[in-house]
């Protein structure tokens, strides 16, 4: 399990750092990653102060730091 989270963190890590920041809805969309690997991920690399998360217009929007 925790490969398939580390996978969908590098896959997260790649995709905002090629094109920005975007919501968390957008990016489930964009990504073909497992939605619970995709928040799971999104917490680690969150936890590693790899990204930020923040509301913007009501939405979670992440983005790399």
Known sequence: MSEKIGNAAGEIWR???????????????????DEKYLQRAIGWLA????????IVNRAETISLV
């Open 15 to 33: 995709f905002l750092d090629k094109n920005g920041p975007i919501s968390v809805s957008k990016l489930a969309k964009e990504l073909s990653v």
């Open 47 to 54: 936890q590693e102060g790899k990204i930020s998360i923040d």
